[in-house]
C-alpha cells in the first residue's frame, strides 16, 4: 500500500528554521517524483516544492526560492524539505504527494497532478 506520511512541523519564530520530512512506504520514492504543498486556512493549497524521479530536477516556488531546499535520502526512503529564514507568512498545513503521471520526469506546483496525500503536518511561524 502506498503512503505518505509527514513530520517535522511545528511552531518556530520568524527567522528560524524547520525540517520537514515525507516517509514513503509501499513504494521506492526514487522511481517518482514527489511534491510538498501548503494550505493555509482560508487559501487554496499551493505548489512549494517539488523534486523529480529524474536527478537533478527540482522546483522551488518564487515564494520560497532561496530558503527552502528539497532532497531525497535513499537510504530512509524519505523526501526532506530544509525551511529556513522562515516568515509568518510560511505558516500553513504541510503535504507531500506523489506524481499521478509515473512516467513524467519534471515537476509541477498544480495539486491535481499529484496524488496518495499525505495527512499533513502544521508549521506556525510567530513570535
Known amino acids: 500500500q502506498v503512503q505518505l506520511v509527514e513530520s517535522g512541523g511545528g511552531l518556530v519564530q520568524p527567522g528560524g528554521s524547520l525540517r520537514l520530512s515525507c516517509a514513503a512506504s509501499?513504494?521506492?520514492?526514487?522511481?517518482?517524483?514527489i511534491g510538498w504543498f501548503r494550505q493555509a486556512p482560508g487559501k487554496e493549497r499551493e505548489g512549494v516544492s517539488c523534486?523529480?524521479?529524474?536527478?537533478?530536477?527540482?522546483y522551488y516556488s518564487d515564494s520560497v526560492k532561496g530558503r527552502f531546499a528539497i532532497s531525497k535520502n535513499h537510504a530512509d526512503n524519505t523526501v526532506y524539505l530544509q525551511m529556513n529564514s522562515l516568515k509568518p507568512e510560511d505558516t500553513a498545513v504541510y503535504y507531500c504527494?506523489?506524481?499521478?503521471?509515473?512516467?513524467?520526469?519534471?515537476?509541477?506546483?498544480?495539486?491535481?497532478?499529484?496524488?496518495?496525500w499525505g495527512q499533513g503536518t502544521q508549521v506556525t511561524v510567530s513570535s
Open positions: 523534486i523529480s524521479s529524474r536527478a537533478g530536477i527540482t
Open positions: 504527494a506523489i506524481m499521478r503521471n509515473r512516467a513524467r520526469t519534471t515537476c509541477s506546483d498544480r495539486p491535481a497532478d499529484f496524488g496518495s
Open positions: 509501499g513504494f521506492t520514492l526514487d522511481y517518482y517524483t
